[in-house]
């Protein structure tokens, strides 16, 4: 592993989008379009994070 002067604070999106497990996959996509990002956390309400979609 390299040396690196950042830590994960300095790359992280600060502003959080999620999807809701129930959500369409249209959805899904128009909001990683949107906001630019190519992965959101899915989330179910019952655990913090229930998993992250991404557009691979």
Not at 6 to 15: A, E, F, G, P
Not at 24 to 44: E, I, N, T, W
Request: aromatic share 6%; charged share 20%.
């Amino acid at each position: 592993m390299f040396s690196s002067p950042h830590t994960v604070s300095d790359v992280i999106t600060h502003t959080v989008a999620a999807v809701g497990l129930w959500a369409s996959f249209k959805d899904m996509v128009g909001m990683m379009r949107d906001r630019g990002v190519s992965a959101l956390p899915v989330l179910d309400g019952r655990v913090p994070v229930r998993g992250v979609a991404d557009h691979g």
